[in-house]
């Protein structure tokens, strides 16, 4: 089994910034992937931003310019740096990892979710 801690989610005012973070424990020989997501209320989780194990990344096209994501594969860590936050940028981000654990099996993890709150 793996663990997911988020942190760096709270209340910020627009154009603020924001840094989030999240490390992984538990079962881990490798991880394959990083990212984050979002869910606002009364919308879909969408892609925020994700990693390869290999450095690519991938952005959703709101947060262009303005998120930068970035990995370390022996910390387990990912971080979303957040910056010139608009209201729009409201949610609660979850931390994605896909994993493959030391029996071989490739798994899908997600943290609990952390709320960043962008005021007008």
């Known amino acids: 089994q793996v663990q997911l801690v988020e942190s760096g989610g709270g209340l910020v005012q627009f154009g603020g910034s924001l840094r989030l973070s999240c490390a992984a424990s538990g079962n881990i020989f490798r991880i394959n992937g990083m990212g984050w997501y979002r869910q606002a209320p009364g919308k879909e989780r969408e892609l925020v931003a994700e990693?390869?194990?290999?450095?690519?990344?991938r952005y959703a096209d709101s947060v262009k310019g303005r998120f930068i994501i970035s990995g370390d594969n022996a910390k387990k860590t990912v971080i979303l740096q957040m910056n010139s936050l608009k209201p729009e940028d409201t949610a609660l981000y979850y931390c994605h990892q896909e994993v493959t654990g030391w029996n071989g099996v490739v798994m899908d993890y997600w943290g609990k979710g952390t709320l960043v709150t962008v005021s007008s």
């Open positions: 990693i390869t194990r290999s450095g690519n990344m």
